[in-house]
């Protein structure tokens, strides 16, 4: 079993302002040592080393029920009936889609640690999702993002089950829907939202490493933008305005506007992912649309990259009305497509303490970052959340040649369980 002896270790660490003060670490891997030295939480961690074989088919399983965006059902109602062959009695399917499945704690009425991992893809209907394997490594689209986060879902419910393992806190084990792309974490949303469950802190399973810590979530504006006006043929018609050359007008201020914002203070980015419109060659367009994505884990930057965004489409707009010579005029619509909040976690929130314990323990060393996962949503409610690595490595997320290596994976599966077991348990 990959589990290394406590060693007292006083470390600094810090991001967007988060520090832990070294009594308080030292405190805290203490406090994880002790959990890890338990009798069934030893014998937790060494099933998740012995139940390397039954995963990868679990994996393999998964990834090949497709999830694209917006139709995750499928996949839910098999993570569903496999969450309650482990043993669990609670397991529902809300409005939204998510899975939620219950294990009770032993203590007073207090708010659920919620352990998340998505269900969707990126990648759309009708792809191609089967698993292949070279070695240890498997490739097929999403298999690593998140199928991986899934099944690390399913063996920590399951060695908590096997060993009779108690935690005064209810766990909510959720498997979402909504992370990926335009989804705009609905899932999430929905599982914060009012009347939702009593959730008191969170635990997203995303990314790969075993050491991986996020803290910080990166926020984003998205928007669909479309010029549109008459169009009409290239020659006979020449001279209308154009909304291809709007939408070029349009990508070239923002460009101009946004790179300086970028090139100093808080890391800040924007992207014009997509571009569409137009009927043939030969004809003046009645439509250009775009979709742009900006990011930042600073609010005051992701605001000053909207307003450049902002103007230069209404500038765009009017250079292009001023260039036509005949007919109507473009209009344009910006559409908001998705909004992700930015948000960190309080200074001393033990869930980070927690957390940045369990990875020492397990003889690394954690590696805060910042990024944009389920854990947004909570982190601007105030609520503590974080997000750490589902195990192995992964390689082109995203792509259809996606891979994941089974390597060491064990090791992110134990990080979770022993941050699980400080979060639940006074």
Known sequence: MSLLPFRPLIIFATLAGLALAPLQAQNTDQRIANISARPKVSAALQSLEDMRERNIERLIAITEIPAPPFAEEARAADFAQ?????????????????VIARRAG??????????????DTVFPAGTDVTVRREGNQYFAPGIGDNSQGLVALLALAEVMELHGITTQRDILFVGSVGEEGLGDLRGVRALFAEGGPNISSMIAIDGGGASRLVTTAVGSHRY????????GHSYGAFGRAHPH????????????AATPITQEGP?????????????????????SWMEVDMRSANPDKLAALDRVFQNA??????VENARRSANDPLTVEIKSVGRRPAGSNAEDAALVANAMSAIRQ???????VASSTDANIPLSLGIPAITLGRGGISRNAHAPNESWEDKDTHIALQVLLLTILAETND
């Open 82 to 98: 496999r969450l309650r062959d482990i043993g669990l009695t609670d397991v529902t399917i809300d409005s939204t889609g998510n």
């Open 106 to 119: 032993t203590g007073k009425e207090t708010g659920a640690l919620a352990l998340v991992a998505h269900l």
């Open 224 to 231: 669909r933008v479309t010029f549109s006006g008459p169009g």
């Open 245 to 256: 050359q709007a939408l070029a007008e349009a990508i070239t201020r923002f460009t101009e």
């Open 267 to 287: 890391k800040a980015t924007f992207s014009v992912g997509r571009i569409g419109g137009g009927t043939s060659i030969n004809s003046i367009p009645f439509t």
């Open 313 to 318: 489409m209404a500038e765009a707009l009017e």
């Open 362 to 368: 397990l003889g690394m060393q954690p590696q805060q």
